[in-house]
């Protein structure tokens, strides 16, 4: 029996790694490893740089998933030699040069655009970033509309924000331009809108699937983004 490839989970921004809390049974369950790396939200490339240091130190192939920022994060890394196919649950799927502002502003804002507040944070040069985050006391309604709200209290105060310069920034590589890739949108997404998924998707060639879900796919549909991650296993194998 072939061994299974590696599943890394990607997270988006405002999460950190514990948003798949609800996918990581479902998958090991399988018999498939997972990876979910803290992501450090500071920069895409970067951030992707730091993803694609975890994939090459992984024996044997990976299946590389991202939820939402995380979905451009993957599109970067994912031309390690090791990465046989991507997978998007919610996610952006850039083009090559292409930044996060960039696609989106080709539709209509979602609610997070008025969700959004700023902090500041010290950089090492000593001058100051901007931090971006959702306001708490709206992340059940635009992040996670249909998760439990006992588990969206705790969301909203334990947020990784992202680094607002990373909106910005062009994606250095486009991965699903050598790579097959998979793409569950959310229908009811109030986070990204929905059309920037299909858009991204339907410009990678990626399978799609529609899932009537929350931003927060991942947690409310853990099975159903399972089912989608290991049809890009069986699809892939040798």
Same mark, same amino acid.
């Given at each position: 029996?072939?061994?299974?490839?590696?599943?890394? +989970? &990607?997270?988006? @921004?405002? #999460?950190?790694?514990?948003?798949?809390?609800? +996918?990581?049974?479902?998958?090991?369950?399988?018999?498939?490893?997972? &990876? @979910?790396?803290? &992501?450090?939200?500071?920069?895409?490339?970067?951030?992707? !740089?730091? =993803?694609?240091?975890?994939?090459?130190?992984?024996?044997?192939?990976?299946?590389?998933?991202? $939820?939402?920022?995380?979905? !451009? =994060?993957?599109?970067? @890394?994912?031309?390690?030699?090791?990465? %046989?196919?991507?997978?998007?649950? *919610?996610?952006?799927? +850039?083009?090559?040069?292409?930044?996060?502002?960039?696609?989106?502003?080709?539709?209509?804002?979602? *609610? +997070? !655009?008025?969700?959004?507040?700023?902090?500041?944070?010290?950089?090492?040069?000593?001058?100051?970033?901007?931090?971006?985050?959702?306001?708490?006391?709206?992340? $059940?309604?635009?992040?996670? *509309?249909?998760?439990?709200?006992?588990?969206?209290?705790?969301?909203?105060?334990?947020? %990784?924000?992202?680094?607002?310069?990373?909106?910005?920034?062009?994606?250095?590589? #486009?991965?699903?331009? =050598?790579?097959?890739?998979?793409?569950?949108?959310?229908?009811?997404?109030?986070?990204?809108?929905?059309?920037?998924?299909?858009?991204?998707? %339907?410009? *990678?060639?990626?399978?799609?699937?529609?899932?009537?879900?929350?931003?927060?796919?991942?947690?409310? $549909?853990?099975?159903?983004?399972?089912?989608?991650?290991?049809?890009?296993? %069986?699809?892939?194998?040798?």
């Amino acid at each position: 029996m072939p061994t299974p490839p590696t599943v890394v +989970l &990607v997270h988006g @921004a405002f #999460a950190d790694a514990s948003s798949f809390r609800a +996918l990581v049974p479902e998958l090991l369950d399988s018999g498939i490893p997972v &990876v @979910a790396p803290a &992501v450090p939200n500071r920069s895409l490339n970067g951030d992707a !740089a730091y =993803v694609a240091s975890v994939v090459r130190q992984i024996e044997g192939d990976v299946v590389l998933v991202g $939820h939402s920022y995380g979905g !451009a =994060v993957i599109t970067v @890394a994912g031309v390690e030699d090791n990465v %046989r196919a991507l997978v998007y649950l *919610a996610g952006y799927a +850039l083009e090559e040069g292409e930044s996060l502002g960039e696609l989106q502003g080709g539709f209509p804002d979602s *609610a +997070l !655009a008025t969700a959004l507040v700023q902090t500041s944070f010290p950089l090492p040069d000593g001058t100051t970033g901007v931090d971006v985050a959702v306001d708490p006391a709206q992340v $059940h309604e635009v992040f996670a *509309a249909d998760v439990d709200p006992e588990i969206t209290r705790v969301l909203a105060v334990t947020q %990784r924000p992202l680094a607002a310069a990373a909106f910005g920034e062009p994606a250095g590589a #486009a991965a699903w331009k =050598v790579k097959p890739s998979w793409g569950i949108v959310s229908t009811s997404d109030r986070t990204i809108n929905p059309d920037v998924e299909r858009f991204g998707y %339907r410009r *990678a060639g990626a399978t799609v699937t529609e899932i009537d879900s929350s931003h927060l796919v991942m947690l409310s $549909h853990p099975k159903e983004s399972a089912d989608v991650i290991r049809e890009a296993i %069986r699809a892939t194998g040798d």
